[in-house]
């Protein structure tokens, strides 16, 4: 472009490192958001928990089947047309989404995201080194992480406020400005593709197999969130059909000629310990993700916008800790001690937030969002680097694509673990809690007594009076048996931590 004429050879760069960022960022920030806000956007389709499931399990699939097939769709259009094509089907789908009414426009709209989004994070990080030498490659990787961490830190403020004082499309919609412009300087920024005649076809019969075996996962996590005590048999079957396929999936792609993943090129034994601890990291991460707003809105009774908040100061330590740790990383020989110390955080944090009381403050969870940042820069960054230091060229590539789907097998299962196990921890408190009210019917009969006197002193008669205080004993048994099966569960990502912990401390890949 002309006008780039008139920008020196290191702002042009830059520019690129921002596009590349901001690309990857709008993605991060639209799935925070999605997740902070799933309960507000449940109640706007008119969607049970468990048909809403299937919402996040689209936006998976399309995404998987989107990362499995990046390489041949930017060989054969050129990353312009591709992350350009791709951020316009994001919008369209972030667009349908906002406008959905009910379960089926949501399930089809974070279809399209997931294709469209699926591959920004694994084309722009393979772009990063394609576009930039060894001497702008290590800038342009902090620029990228950066922007990276940075949506991950506004997302949930942004969402909270957005829902706070508008509606549960706001969601959607404020996504779309960054989007808007990530798509205008993929189209003026990126280059177009080299001619290509050696193309061959897309390969559909191993995308299908996959694609096959990802719905059955999905499926399988989905039923589990639900099924898994009530029909252990059917969720057991379909678990089978999609381990199964995937295995055919793995089998057929190593024996083929020409693959689309290539796995023969990620057998080395640095990358798959490295593959390893990002599965690790993700379940953890995600577990704590999932629980803290139900902590933290449901549990303890903050406001949204606190809990949003709240949210975006833990992002903002692991924004903090990335500069901080950009600066002393090459003076750190060995990072196994900083990984270490990082997962000894998070199960630190856990434990903490295991044994708040119900009456505590916003201040009090300080101290364990703190421990919670850390643990995202302590951990993440030093396992990105060591693991893909013995891939380059096409393995990286290849490697990447790996990685993300790594990333998003592991959200899934992490969403559908937590909402399992914290649904049928939370029933059995609640069914513990009333049988203890129950074996103590002096005291059950003085609170209502105390609490009818005080409905009544505001003026309510006594049908009311009782049937209010009924209503405020039912709330604080609801409340109660979510806070202990919220800190049972906290309870397990420390267990979880402690374990990758010390399985960390003995491998001997990473360091």
């Not at 300087?185 to 990802?214: H, N, Q, T």
């Not at 998070?346 to 969002?369: I, K």
Request: aromatic content about 10%; hydrophobic content about 55%; proline content about 4%.
């Amino acid at each position: 472009m002309r006008w780039l004429r008139l920008l020196s050879h290191q702002q042009r760069q830059t520019l690129l490192m921002m596009l590349l960022a901001l690309a990857t960022g709008v993605e991060f920030l639209e799935n925070i958001m999605f997740v902070f806000a799933s309960s507000h956007i449940v109640g706007g389709i008119n969607a049970d928990p468990r048909s809403f499931a299937l919402v996040q399990a689209a936006y998976a699939v399309g995404s998987m089947l989107m990362i499995l097939k990046q390489q041949w769709l930017a060989r054969r259009f050129g990353y312009r047309y591709y992350l350009t094509g791709s951020l316009l089907l994001f919008m369209a789908g972030t667009l349908a989404a906002a406008t959905s009414t009910g379960l089926p426009q949501m399930v089809g709209a974070r279809f399209v995201q997931g294709v469209g989004g699926g591959a920004l994070f694994t084309s722009c990080r393979i772009l990063v080194n394609l576009m930039f030498g060894q001497a702008d490659r290590p800038r342009a990787t902090r620029i990228f992480m950066l922007g990276i961490f940075a949506a991950s830190a506004l997302a949930p403020a942004f969402a909270a406020e957005l829902v706070e004082n508008g509606v549960w499309q706001d969601v959607f919609y404020g996504v779309m400005p960054f989007a808007a412009i990530a798509t205008l300087g993929a189209w003026l920024l990126l280059p177009d593709a080299e001619s290509r005649d050696d193309m061959e076809g897309p390969a559909l019969g191993p995308l299908l197999l996959f694609g096959v075996a990802i719905v059955a996962l999905q499926a399988s996590l989905t039923e589990a969130r639900f099924d898994i005590f009530s029909h252990p048999a059917r969720v057991a079957v379909i678990a089978t059909v999609a381990l199964a396929l995937l295995g055919a999936f793995l089998w057929h792609q190593w024996h083929h000629a020409a693959p689309v993943l290539q796995l023969h090129a990620l057998r080395q034994p640095v990358y798959l310990t490295g593959l390893a601890m990002y599965f690790v990291y993700y379940m953890i991460s995600n577990l704590s993700g999932y629980v803290f707003p139900i902590y933290a809105e449901q549990a303890l009774k903050f406001p949204l916008a606190t809990t949003g908040w709240l949210n975006t100061f833990a992002a903002g330590i692991s924004l903090a800790g990335i500069f901080v740790y950009l600066r002393v990383a090459r003076r750190l020989t060995h990072k196994k001690p900083v990984m270490v110390t990082g997962l000894l955080l998070m199960a630190a944090a856990m434990s903490y937030f295991s044994v708040m009381p119900p009456d505590v403050g916003p201040a009090a969870l300080v101290v364990g969002l703190v421990g919670k940042g850390l643990f995202g820069v302590m951990v993440i960054i030093p396992i990105a680097g060591l693991t893909f230091r013995s891939l380059a060229g096409d393995d990286f590539s290849h490697g990447y694509r790996s990685k993300n789907l790594i990333r998003q097998i592991a959200s899934s299962f992490a969403s559908a673990v937590g909402a399992v196990l914290l649904q049928n921890r939370q029933f059995s408190v609640h069914t513990s809690l009333v049988h203890a009210i129950g074996q103590r019917p002096a005291e059950a009969a003085q609170w209502m007594q105390t609490a009818q006197a005080a409905l009544i002193a505001r003026g309510f008669d006594a049908g009311q009076a009782h049937a209010g205080a009924l209503a405020q004993l039912a709330a604080m048994v609801d409340q109660q048996a979510r806070l202990i099966a919220c800190e049972d569960l906290y309870r397990l990502i420390a267990v979880l931590a402690l374990a990758a912990a010390a399985c960390m401390l003995v491998q001997r890949r990473l360091d």
